[in-house]
């Protein structure tokens, strides 16, 4: 593994670096799970801006700023994602400081296999249409090009799982997704490769959500509860994170209220339940 063992990368979200005494353990595949809205999106634009604002502070190597963030959209243009960052956070030159993501649109392998319009995600000519096609490069085989490309140190966000493992009705195509990410899980840990795994929940069967957490390393659950006057709250729970939970748990740090606002971005505070 390239790191320390003690070396931590920095979420870049002040209130929960602290509690995860200064970040997660590089080389961790985190499964960011959430109902819709509840805020798993939203923690990983905090988490990206955040982070490019501290590499730019010159926050040292040493502290485990990542040495590129990498954003890879199976159906969403890169405009698409750096607008909703930017109408999210109201940040003085959020424009540039996002200049330093680099962005990967494997949209074209996702929409060529379904009735979408060649016109409506691509900008090539009819030919090289013709021969991508011809080729029948899966998504998968792109996608670990693009993983194996990624500098060690370094932070990768997919967005979404939900997107690719919605096509798992195609033969043999749920097995390679799984052996996918249990290799990017392996990988991960010899380059110290941090990566975020966007799925929105409730979506896919239970047994193949459940499958998709035992794979990774930790699993974040993003969730609306009731509150007091029937008022809805944001709700953030550790579901497991490997070599952490322990610690989390002997301190009560599992459940967090979270908050979201332009200026703060994603926020949490423990919540203590008294039984």
Do not use: C
């Amino acid at each position: 593994m390239q790191e320390s063992t003690h070396q931590k990368m920095p979420t870049g979200i002040s209130s929960l670096d602290p509690i995860l005494d200064g970040g997660v353990p590089p080389g961790s595949v985190i499964l960011l799970l959430g109902d819709l809205g509840a805020g798993n999106y939203e923690y990983v634009y905090s988490s990206i801006v955040n982070i490019l604002q501290l590499a730019k502070e010159g926050a040292p190597r040493g502290a485990g700023t990542p040495q590129e963030i990498r954003y890879i959209t199976f159906t969403r243009l890169e405009e698409d994602v750096r607008q909703e960052i930017t109408s999210s956070l109201h940040i003085d030159g959020l424009d540039v400081l996002l200049d330093s993501v680099h962005f990967d649109d494997l949209s074209e392998l996702y929409f060529d296999n379904s009735v979408v319009p060649d016109e409506w995600y691509s900008h090539s000519d009819i030919m090289t249409r013709l021969q991508k096609r011809t080729s029948r490069e899966n998504i998968l085989l792109q996608l670990s090009k693009v993983v194996n490309g990624v500098k060690p140190g370094s932070l990768i966000v997919l967005d979404s799982i939900t997107d690719v493992a919605t096509q798992s009705t195609i033969p043999n195509y749920w097995t390679n997704l799984t052996g996918f990410l249990r290799g990017l899980q392996r990988v991960s840990k010899q380059r110290g490769i941090t990566s975020y795994l966007l799925l929105s929940r409730g979506i896919l069967d239970s047994s193949k959500e459940i499958e998709l957490a035992d794979i990774a390393d930790a699993v974040l659950l993003f969730r609306w509860e009731e509150t007091t006057g029937a008022r809805r709250q944001r709700v953030m729970y550790f579901e497991k994170f490997r070599g952490v939970m322990s610690h989390l748990e002997e301190r009560d740090l599992v459940k967090f209220a979270v908050r979201i606002s332009t200026t703060g971005g994603f926020e949490v505070s423990n919540i203590r339940v008294v039984i």
